[in-house]
């Protein structure tokens, strides 16, 4: 190999793990800031359904041991590099921890999830969110590490397989446990209403990026709400080909519609590894796109049902909701004639 080829490589080596650190950097910086107000408080109360078809009840485990709940998705590169730690991390505190995986129900099916056990070979209990508990611990990365104490209370959040998490996990193993003493809980979250075709809708508002509040279910004209991530087309580019190929064809077919000025047109982008800037970026490099908004809680991602990108939501002149197309879905140029005609 030649100087010159060998100081080319040599300089792509240095930049991609320059990337690789930054990123790393970045996701550790989003869980502290999504941490910061948890730390202390109460754990909510949770029953999740486990990948095996039965139930864990967070209620019941607080104040006997601690437990750890590690957000992850099939799709997300980190959480991929760091399982074989986690898979270690079960075997060494499983019994001394509540260790439980805990996928995040964004873009993932059952069957991807249980795939990637086999795949990977984990033994810790797999259990499946819908959306409910990532809400109220402030998801947003993946991976999310959550530690809580045997006292119930919220320890650490974290992003990196690294020595603080390790650190933690030492400190909350060796608390002892609440015993006979009542644990705090955090406050009970109400359902969110999901609503359905033909239901009207009230109370949802979102916030433009330019400041603009769109008030959902409003009569008057058709709507249509994309549901999507900025980092989709990209991101997604290798670890879910079939999704990125989907949110590229969806961010067209709405480009080149929402030129027709007939209906109201809204991109709704998921608070999970998205800031106001990134997805302002996100306008700047595709033009032309119908106006963003940032669901910056994922309360608009609940009250549809949504939990696959990209997906459309198609509301009548009445607000009511007409039709939802999910990620393979076509014909959107049918179904907005459809509604135009009600």
């Known amino acids: 190999m030649t100087l010159p080829r060998i100081i080319a490589v040599a300089v792509a080596v240095v930049a991609f793990s320059s990337s690789v650190a930054s990123a790393a950097d970045d996701g550790a910086a989003r869980a502290a800031r999504a941490g910061q107000p948890l730390i202390g408080q109460p754990a909510p109360a949770a029953v999740l359904r486990t990948l095996d078809g039965g139930t864990i009840d967070l209620a019941a485990k607080y104040g006997r041991k601690p437990v750890y709940l590690k957000f992850w998705a099939t799709w997300c590169v980190p959480c991929r590099e760091q399982m074989p730690g986690f898979e270690r991390i079960y075997q060494q505190y499983g019994k001394r921890i509540d260790v439980v995986a805990v996928n995040v129900g964004f873009s993932d099916t059952e069957?991807?999830?249980?795939?990637?056990?086999?795949?990977?070979?984990?033994?810790?209990?797999?259990a499946l969110d819908d959306g409910s508990l990532g809400r109220r611990l402030n998801l947003r990365v993946t991976p999310q590490h959550v530690l809580i104490g045997a006292d119930g209370r919220i320890a650490y959040v974290g992003h990196l397989d690294d020595a603080a998490l390790h650190a933690a996990l030492d400190r909350i193993a060796a608390a002892r446990p609440a015993g006979a003493q009542p644990v705090a809980l955090a406050?009970?979250?109400?359902?969110?209403?999901?609503?359905?075709?033909?239901?009207?809708?009230?109370?949802?508002?979102?916030?433009?990026?330019?400041?603009?509040?769109a008030a959902i279910g409003t009569a008057g004209r058709p709507r249509a709400l994309v549901f999507f991530s900025p980092w989709c087309e990209t991101y997604l580019r290798a670890s879910r080909p079939a999704t990125a190929q989907a949110c590229r064809r969806v961010r067209g077919d709405a480009t080149r519609l929402a030129k027709n000025g007939n209906v109201d047109w809204l991109a709704v982008a998921a608070p999970l590894w998205t800031s106001p800037a990134e997805l302002a970026g996100y306008g700047k490099t595709h033009p032309g796109t119908p106006p963003l908004a940032l669901d910056r809680d994922g309360a608009a991602f609940a009250a549809f049902g949504i939990h696959a990108i990209p997906s459309v939501v198609l509301f009548d002149a009445r607000g009511r909701v007409a039709r939802v197309l999910g990620p393979q879905d076509r014909g959107l140029d049918q179904a907005l004639r459809a509604i135009a005609t009600r």
């Open 187 to 213: 406050p009970q979250a109400a359902a969110p209403r999901v609503f359905r075709v033909g239901d009207k809708v009230d109370g949802v508002d979102l916030a433009t990026l330019d400041g603009t509040t």
């Open 111 to 126: 069957a991807d999830v249980r795939a990637y056990r086999t795949r990977h070979g984990l033994t810790m209990p797999i």
